[in-house]
């Protein structure tokens, strides 16, 4: 079976954050929301670390239920 991927994406202005992960890596993608929100020369902040790990924790909630994911708007 192919292994799947989950994407999140946060458009702020002009630039663009987007993280493409699989189920196993999540720990790490928070990991890395942390570290860019605590880096002052990136506009990610920790708001935004802390919507995008909600998001990846609910890909994962959904993905292990087997549901469709849905699109959020934001």
Do not use: H
């Amino acid at each position: 079976m192919p292994r799947e991927l989950n994407v999140l994406a946060l458009l702020k202005g002009t630039e663009r954050y987007v993280f493409i992960y699989d189920d196993e890596s999540r720990p790490l993608l928070i990991d890395a929301f942390r570290d860019q929100a605590a880096d002052p020369r990136l506009s990610f902040n920790w708001f935004d670390a802390a919507v995008l790990t909600d998001r990846a924790r609910e890909q994962g909630n959904q993905s292990r239920e087997g549901l469709p994911l849905r699109s959020r708007g934001g």
